[in-house]
């Protein structure tokens, strides 16, 4: 399937079941803690500056935010989790939302799992990880920031993601980097592969 990523703006943001689009557009979910990269990572994706709003609070998206890329496929940007600033109520609140988006969503065929390359993945990573394989959702886990560490560490910190994870290695991993775009072409590669 050919993509036209310059054709992407963002559709709709949704709080449950009943503002989802409906169509049969596939769907690729992106979940990550709230300092992740998650929004650099969108807009790297779709080559554009500020599609997804990049913010030096973690924690600003709260709602399901839909990407609509050339009427041929969506990234659904979900509330990072993970960020200690938010009440518990409203914790839950967001976790309800994603629960009830990844498990009954029909559109959505797979999952990318961000993590950060730097740290060893947190109770909550290893939580969204555990949830995707119980549900059997495809999972495409990048561990973003990769420009952050020299290369001749990365296997290292990948063993240690892999190790804490209990890894799948039937799910992609990818290293990737949104300044030097290290692994752009391998995450379009595995959403394609998806959809």
């Given at each position: 399937?050919?993509?036209?990523?310059?054709?992407a703006d963002?559709?709709?943001?949704?709080?449950?079941?009943?503002?989802?689009?409906?169509?049969?557009?596939?769907?690729?979910?992106?979940?990550?803690?709230?300092?992740?990269?998650?929004?650099?990572?969108?807009?790297?994706?779709?080559?554009?500056?500020?599609l997804a709003?990049?913010?030096?609070?973690?924690?600003?998206?709260?709602?399901?935010?839909?990407?609509?890329?050339?009427?041929?496929?969506?990234?659904?940007?979900?509330?990072?989790?993970?960020?200690?600033?938010?009440?518990?109520?409203?914790?839950?609140?967001?976790?309800?939302?994603?629960?009830?988006?990844?498990?009954?969503?029909?559109n959505l065929?797979?999952?990318?799992?961000?993590?950060?390359?730097?740290?060893?993945?947190?109770?909550?990573?290893?939580?969204?990880?555990?949830?995707?394989?119980?549900?059997?959702?495809?999972?495409?886990?990048?561990?973003?920031?990769?420009?952050?560490?020299?290369?001749?560490?990365?296997?290292?910190?990948?063993?240690?993601?892999?190790?804490?994870?209990?890894?799948?290695?039937?799910?992609?991993?990818?290293?990737?980097?949104?300044?030097?775009?290290?692994?752009?072409?391998?995450?379009?590669?595995?959403?394609?592969?998806?959809?």
């Amino acid at each position: 399937m050919e993509i036209n990523t310059h054709n992407a703006d963002i559709l709709l943001s949704a709080a449950n079941k009943s503002h989802y689009p409906q169509d049969d557009i596939p769907e690729i979910a992106l979940a990550g803690r709230s300092n992740v990269g998650k929004s650099s990572f969108i807009n790297t994706l779709l080559n554009r500056k500020n599609l997804a709003r990049t913010s030096g609070k973690p924690g600003k998206t709260q709602l399901l935010n839909f990407f609509n890329i050339d009427d041929k496929l969506r990234f659904v940007d979900v509330p990072g989790y993970g960020y200690a600033r938010v009440s518990k109520k409203e914790r839950e609140k967001w976790g309800r939302m994603i629960e009830e988006y990844l498990t009954s969503r029909e559109n959505l065929r797979a999952v990318v799992s961000l993590v950060d390359l730097r740290h060893d993945p947190s109770a909550d990573d290893v939580q969204m990880y555990e949830f995707l394989k119980y549900y059997d959702i495809p999972v495409i886990l990048v561990a973003t920031k990769a420009d952050k560490i020299p290369r001749g560490k990365w296997n290292k910190h990948e063993s240690a993601i892999t190790k804490k994870l209990d890894f799948d290695k039937n799910d992609d991993f990818i290293l990737f980097s949104s300044v030097t775009k290290d692994g752009l072409d391998a995450v379009w590669d595995a959403i394609l592969s998806k959809i």
